[in-house]
DNA sequence: CGAGTGACCAATTAGTAATATGGTCACATG
DNA sequence: CATGTGACCATATTACTAATTGGTCACTCG
């Protein structure tokens, strides 16, 4: 049973420099701290106002988490758009497309570990930051798989949902934050695998 | 760091009357009242010996655990090769073991959830019945990819090995109790479309 | 009226002392 | 010798209290 939580919405205006500094603040703090260990006073603190005054730009503690994990979450996402534009062929921008977004997880994971719980954590409470992940990956592979569609270097036959779904869910294990940490062990092997079995199964 | 643990290997006779029991009532309580909740007392008291004599036996209290889980995970690879016994051709052998393992793991969680929790535990360090078990997966995968080779169903360019852990790869999220429980909700649509896919990436 | 806060509350967490538990061993008993 | 155990130890877990923390609100100040 939970309790009624405050909304996860924004709160006060949304573009506000004061806005920015808790965010950034709290970016800071929960790198180095980790979310559990980071109280709200220590972000006031950090920006030089009370504790209260944060609460008039979020909801709550998690609100502030859930804007850290947008641009953690968005950072992997810039990675993998940047590697897609590299690549030429559709089966090329796939590969680079699966293969970058497991090893930046990765890097995520020995890099900035604190940073990444939150990201598993957002991914195991379902919050919005990792529901928009998901819908950009799916966009992201939609596009590639059209794309491929179109240049005549996938099949046609299977509905773009179905093959489009069955692609991230077959990646699940090592596209999602609170799955891959479980599968680092296998990395890159068990994923390079499964990629290729992506591509086998998309042969006209 | 960890403790220096006694060995998980079987001590004492390995087929006694009094072995079983000990497993027998362990089946019992964990399955009531959970792993953590269950002492070792309670076990020697359900047995009417005292708590050093079932040292005799076990190793440690994981040790129980592991020949519980044992178990579980075989009765799961019962009720698959009995699925696939059934099916004629090896496509719906592949699709029946999948479908099989996900949603006897599923009825698992459901039914047995203590017992399936010691599972996901299993899973989750390594134990020797998680290895056994994804073993006997792989088994089961390549006899069915060979005779679906042979049978000219499947394409026969791929290395086995690398299909059948292609294969076992993709439904690790579906097929592994530690990452099963996080994907509940996608049962049994996303499991299906990665057996759709795996099947297409199968196609000669 | 908008920017900003101290004081306050319920709920969670940290700290700690007491208890319970996993595991061992020397020793009964027949 | 095979079967079986009570007493014992170090560690883990519990139970309980004190201290923090997330979150709110009436209020100040310019």
Chains 1, 2 share one sequence.
């Not at 570990?113 to 954590?121: E, N």
């Not at 680092?184 to 992506?198: F, H």
């Amino acid at each position: 049973m939970t309790s009624p939580l405050p909304d996860s919405g924004p709160r006060g205006p949304a573009e506000h420099a004061i806005r920015e500094q808790i965010v950034a603040a709290a970016g800071r703090h929960f790198s180095r701290y980790g979310y559990d260990k980071t109280t709200v006073s220590d972000l006031a603190d950090a920006i030089g106002f009370s504790k209260a005054y944060i609460y008039k730009f979020f909801n709550s503690k998690q609100a502030i988490a859930e804007a850290i994990c947008m641009t953690t979450l968005g950072s992997i996402l810039g990675d993998i758009e940047t590697t897609i534009a590299q690549a030429r062929t559709p089966t090329e921008k796939l590969r680079k497309l699966l293969e970058t977004a497991v090893s930046t997880s990765v890097k995520l994971f020995f890099n900035d570990r604190k940073l990444y719980d939150i990201a598993a954590h957002s991914c195991g409470e379902g919050w919005s930051p990792s529901l928009a992940y998901t819908e950009q990956l799916v966009a992201l592979v939609s596009r590639v798989v059209m794309e491929g569609r179109q240049a005549g270097e996938f099949e046609r036959k299977t509905p773009l949902d179905e093959t489009v779904h069955g692609i991230l869910s077959s990646m699940n294990g090592y596209l999602r934050p609170l799955l891959l940490q479980y599968n680092l062990d296998s990395v890159p092997e068990g994923s390079n695998k499964v990629i290729a079995l992506i591509l086998r199964s998309l042969a006209p």
